[in-house]
């Protein structure tokens, strides 16, 4: 069965932590995503990869790095939080070829900065 | 103008009720049009998708696109509590992925 984890579901950081949030899907998926969700402007992309050590930047990436050194896991770093980046964030995987319509999420973590 | 419009709701039907959800969207480049389940709580499911244009059915569901208008649909019959979620289209074409802001349903028993 299809799966794709995130390390935490709820997370409470204060101003100015360094936040790691982490995920890993074991489909052997070439491309990964983070979004955030917020209400009323749906997915928004932060950054995504299409391999190991790749990354592109998203919509929204100001604020925001990530690390993908191993196939089945991509990390979101929030190098400084702030109160703005309280959020849902949802990771994604996606196989590269055939059936790339679909994207797989992750339960997501809900980040408040406090 | 934003890429993908949906109604955000929230949407409020009795339970028996068809649902008709909808979204428009700009950029005719886009090939495959899905649209997702968002339970609470929890990361978006995929319900249906359509290549190009024209109509999917499946159970309870009807997926239609009408990429002369630029305009996609979700149709509910015979809606179930169960259905309350929230709906968020989407479409791509390539590596390029765009989602709709999602519409909250509830179906009241």
């Known amino acids: 069965d299809v799966k794709v984890t995130q390390s935490s579901r709820y997370l409470v950081k204060r101003t100015g932590e360094k936040v790691f949030l982490e995920c890993v899907q074991d489909?052997?998926?070439?491309?990964m995503f983070w979004y955030r969700q917020d209400p009323g402007l749906g997915l928004r992309l932060i950054y995504f990869?299409?391999?190991?050590?790749?990354?592109e930047k998203g919509d929204i990436p100001e604020g925001y790095s990530v690390s993908r050194e191993k196939k089945e896991r991509f990390s979101l770093i929030l190098e400084s939080a702030s109160t703005n980046q309280t959020s849902m964030y949802l990771c994604?995987?996606?196989?590269?070829?055939?059936?790339?319509?679909?994207?797989?999420f992750g339960p997501g973590t809900r980040l408040t900065v406090l | 103008q934003k890429e993908v419009e949906q109604d955000p709701g929230p949407l409020s039907v009795p339970e028996g009720a068809i649902v008709s959800l909808n979204c428009t969207y700009s950029?005719?480049?886009?090939?495959?049009f899905m649209w997702y389940r968002q339970y609470s709580r929890k990361g978006p499911e995929l319900l249906m998708y359509?290549?190009?244009?024209g109509n999917k059915e499946d159970g309870r569901f009807t997926a239609q696109v009408d990429k002369s208008s630029k305009y996609i649909s979700l149709f509910i019959r015979d809606s179930q509590p169960s259905d309350s979620a929230t709906y968020l289209c989407?479409?791509?074409?390539?590596?390029?992925?765009?989602f709709g802001p999602g519409t909250r349903l509830s179906v009241l028993p």
């Open positions: 994604a995987s996606r196989p590269l070829g055939g059936g790339g319509y679909e994207q797989f």
């Open positions: 489909m052997d998926h070439e491309n």
């Open positions: 990869s299409y391999d190991v050590k790749m990354k």
């Open positions: 950029n005719s480049a886009f090939q495959y």
């Open positions: 359509t290549y190009s244009s």
């Open positions: 989407a479409m791509t074409y390539g590596q390029n992925f765009v």
